[in-house]
């Protein structure tokens, strides 16, 4: 029985590129929090740059998708929060950079 990894999940979310910015979503520091469950469902709080981001179901969507092609994962949710509102201080250092911060 394949065991998921947090690490997995985060390699697959790092697939899915805010085509606004041009950088995926974990190094954006857009993933809030990952749970994965004793039955192999994963739930993956998200938050976007804006509220009212126009991209935001397709962003949603691919996350799920991106989460849901890890081996293992019975089922993906992804919610979107906004709380706490994302701020350009979560990005990693690597997305900083890109963005000249």
Partial sequence: MPTITKEQIVDALKT????????????????YDIVINDDDTVQVKMSLTVPNCPMAS???EQ??????????????????????????????????????R
């Fill in 16 to 31: 899915v590129i805010d085509i606004e910015i041009g950088i995926d979503v974990v190094s954006l520091g857009l993933i």
């Fill in 58 to 60: 397709m962003l949603k």
């Fill in 63 to 100: 996350a799920r998708n991106a989460v849901a092609s890890v081996e293992g994962v019975k089922q993906a949710n992804v919610d979107l929060v906004f709380e706490p509102r994302w701020t350009p201080d979560m990005m990693d250092e690597s997305a900083k950079k890109l963005l000249g």
